[in-house]
């Protein structure tokens, strides 16, 4: 069984910063590609960082330059360093992997979300 966890989540004010994690765990043998998504009220779920395995990133316009995703192999972790935060990035930020497990199928996870609120 494999899980993801985020932390770090929380509210800050605007301009501030704020640091994700998120870890994954279980019968795990290799971890693809990793996402960080976010849902604000009455929206629809929205893409806002991607890495490969080899540490790629991408970003959608809204936070390119702002937010940065990394990830640690060895840790089966994933961050999002969060910096010049905005009151529209208020929203529940999300984990998503894609991940064989030791069964080796490939299939795509999701963690339970942090809530991310930024006061104006």
């Known amino acids: 069984q494999v899980q993801l966890v985020e932390s770090g989540g929380g509210l800050v004010q605007a301009g501030g910063s704020l640091r994700l994690s998120c870890v994954v765990s279980g019968s795990i043998f290799s971890i693809n590609l990793m996402h960080w998504y976010r849902q604000a009220p009455g929206k629809q779920r929205e893409l806002v960082a991607s890495?490969?395995?080899?540490?790629?990133?991408s970003y959608p316009d809204s936070v390119k330059g702002r937010f940065t995703i990394s990830r640690d192999n060895a840790k089966n972790t994933v961050y999002l360093q969060m910096n010049s935060l905005k009151p529209e990035d208020t929203a529940v930020y999300y984990c998503?992997?894609?991940?064989?497990?030791?069964?080796?199928?490939?299939?795509?996870?999701w963690g339970q979300g942090t809530q991310v609120t930024v006061s104006s």
């Open positions: 998503n992997a894609d991940i064989r497990s030791s069964n080796r199928r490939l299939e795509n996870y």
């Open positions: 890495i490969t395995t080899g540490g790629g990133a």
